[in-house]
């Protein structure tokens, strides 16, 4: 979680200078064709909307602060996805269960809440689309929608070659999976390294899939610092903010993402696979919140069901300025946290490795 003093404070520059603000937007033309999302809840523009789950977001204090209102993301405004998005130019990517015939060239979002890597994650809250089910939805996408509006294969090559593809996916195998013990055994038939192994093993196979199908410039980001959440700090008896041990389990499944990621570009001809490292500056955030331009660091924004330990309670009105929180409930981020982790991803040198998304759009 180490970061060097210069990357922090351009950071810490960049947190104070977005934390207010009403939109960042690109003009003229966009710089990438797509943007293709999948992942869990942070990345999630609604598809739970269209599942029987209790993992939704479609009400209020979510998307108070969202132009479009209420769409079931689960924040109070803009995701990560959403800000990458508007720096390429694109509009954002509709969910993927809304699509009735997917005629959309400029990208969609596979992304669903309280799903992971491994099929049964989630399960205890209802119907979700785990990573497999999504690449699954993404090779329909593929062969069924868009190999209809292209005049041969290799113009669809060209277009998927040049679209930007974002995951984010793997907390909820450890929050709605390994660290819930009476729904699921894995973590007495797996110790934390082999469980991170179990799952990048699975990634890998999805990540290859999604090369098969085109995918070549792809963003994967890490898994924040678990310990530090609201659900889990909360409910455990320590001295500081975090559950180090949490934290631990987070550290060995990206440090084991980081070599697969490297591996991947290196084994796939013609393909990047970008890291997201977006665990160091939440940790930072979180417990130095004030660096940050924060007040809150560790509380959420909005009123929760078990001393903040949870989802929003419906149609209570959050705190003042959600902005100056670095969480919204008791899982999710802040919008402002959001943007922070976009802008320095897309042209900044601290976040995405070994190049930023900027960059990557440019090969």
């Not at 669809?156 to 909820?172: C, P, Q, T």
């Not at 290196?266 to 665990?279: E, I, K, Y």
Request: glycine share 8%; with cysteine.
């Amino acid at each position: 979680m180490g970061m060097k003093p210069s990357s922090i404070s351009s950071l810490i520059f960049l947190f104070m200078s977005f934390a207010n603000f009403d939109s960042v937007l690109v003009e003229g033309s966009p710089i990438s064709p797509a943007l293709y999302v999948f992942g869990d809840s942070l990345f999630d523009s609604g598809n739970n909307n269209f599942l029987p789950t209790l993992a939704r977001a479609n009400f209020l204090p979510y998307g108070v602060n969202f132009a479009k209102g209420v769409t079931g993301r689960f924040t109070n405004g803009r995701t990560v996805a959403d800000f990458i998005a508007e720096f390429l130019g694109l509009p954002y990517a509709p969910p993927y269960m809304s699509i009735h015939e997917s005629t959309t060239l400029t990208g969609l979002n596979y992304a669903s809440g309280s799903c992971g890597v491994l099929p049964e994650t989630g399960s205890q809250l209802g119907k979700c689309l785990n990573l497999k089910e999504q690449v699954d939805l993404f090779e329909k996408t593929v062969k069924s929608d868009l190999s209809g509006l292209f005049k041969n294969p290799n113009d669809l090559a060209d277009y998927l070659s040049k679209s930007i593809f974002l995951v984010s996916v793997g907390s909820n195998d450890f929050i709605n999976n390994y660290l819930q013990p009476k729904f699921y055994d894995t973590s007495k038939r797996y110790l934390p390294p082999q469980f991170a192994q179990l799952l990048m093993n699975a990634l890998s196979h999805q990540f290859e899939r999604l090369y098969n199908l085109g995918a070549r410039k792809i963003v994967m980001f890490e898994i924040g610092p678990l310990g530090c959440i609201p659900s889990i700090a909360k409910t455990h008896a320590n001295s500081g903010n975090c559950v180090q041990e949490t934290n631990q389990l987070a550290s060995i499944f990206n440090d084991k993402l980081r070599a697969t990621l490297a591996n991947l570009t290196s084994t796939f001809r013609g393909s990047f696979f970008v890291l997201g490292r977006a665990n160091g500056i939440g940790y930072d955030a979180i417990i130095s919140p004030i660096k940050y331009g924060l007040k809150d660091g560790s509380n959420p924004c909005c009123t929760t069901w078990k001393n903040g330990t949870s989802a929003c309670i419906p149609w209570l009105t959050p705190c003042f300025q959600p902005n100056s929180h670095f969480f919204w409930d008791g899982y999710h981020l802040t919008e402002s946290a959001n943007s922070v982790i976009a802008t320095s991803c897309f042209d900044g040198t601290t976040i995405c490795t070994p190049l930023n998304i900027k960059k990557l759009v440019e090969m």
